[in-house]
């Protein structure tokens, strides 16, 4: 869908029993997979995870799964092309409590943003060293 690849947003669907996630197009390009491919298994998704997230991300899906909460979450993957990636992902369960039986979500790819975000704070704090040689030298 076109409004997926403008916003860099991939959608999903993620049966429990089953544990199968359907997946856009636009979600399998963010993951670096073919865009034909429509499905993936949680357990295959968090093998993306960027290992110093694994472990948040994990403890999340679980806890959310068993007490039926909305999942919201910013993280990096691991591309399957080797590139890492900052995601937003949030998924809401379709029914209450332990009759949660699957999730509805998006991915969002933050990279651009959080690369610009970060310049930002990198060009801010130079000012501020400047400003105050500046103001000492005076």
């Known amino acids: 869908m076109l409004g997926e690849q403008i916003s860099h947003t991939g959608s999903w669907r993620w049966e429990l029993e089953q544990d199968l996630m359907f997946m856009s197009e636009e ?6 997979l073919p865009e034909k491919q429509k499905m993936i298994s949680m357990a295959e998704f968090l093998t993306f995870v960027h290992q110093d997230d694994y472990s948040r991300i994990s403890t999340l ?3 959310s799964v068993r007490d039926g909460l909305t999942m919201r979450a910013e993280f990096r993957i691991i591309r399957a092309d080797g590139a890492t990636r900052t995601i937003l992902g ?21 990279t651009t943003q959080r690369r610009a975000e970060d ?20």
């Open 27 to 32: 979600y399998a390009r963010i993951l670096g």
């Open 61 to 63: 899906v679980t806890e």
């Open 90 to 110: 949030i998924g809401d369960p379709v029914g209450v409590g332990s009759e949660v039986n699957e999730y509805y979500g998006i991915i969002t790819d933050i």
């Open 119 to 138: 310049a930002m704070r990198v060009a801010q704090a130079e000012l501020a060293r400047v400003s105050r040689a500046t103001t000492v030298g005076s």
